[in-house]
Nanobody, 117 residues
């Protein structure tokens, strides 16, 4: 059973930073595009950042210049460094793995990020 386990969420003040981590198990991690999504109360889940199997990155306009996605295939891990956080970033953040060639996708259980003073 493939597992994705997120960590690093929490409560942070506006302007602060957090680093989210997601560790995958029982999957050939290097084959997967890895994404971070978020879902705020009453809103749809949205893509925050994506890093492809080749290392290309893509970001939502709302986080460009503030968030950085990276991966370490040797550790089967993907990270999201978040800076200059604001209350609009408050959401549950989910890790996603997508193997495009096989049409397989997996989700983590989510980690809560709350930005509040």
């Amino acid at each position: 059973q493939v597992q994705l386990v997120e960590s690093g969420g929490g409560l942070v003040q506006p302007g602060g930073s957090l680093r989210l981590s997601c560790v995958g198990s029982r999957l050939t991690f290097r084959l997967y595009d890895m994404g971070w999504y978020r879902q705020a109360p009453g809103k749809q889940r949205e893509l925050v950042a994506l890093i492809t199997d080749g290392g290309s990155t893509n970001y939502a306009d709302s986080v460009k210049g503030r968030f950085t996605i990276s991966r370490d295939n040797a550790k089967s891990s993907v990270y999201l460094q978040m800076t200059s956080l604001n209350p609009g970033d408050t959401a549950v953040y989910y890790c996603n793995a997508l193997w495009r060639a096989a049409g397989r996708t997996y989700w983590g259980q989510g980690t809560q990020v709350t930005v509040s003073s």
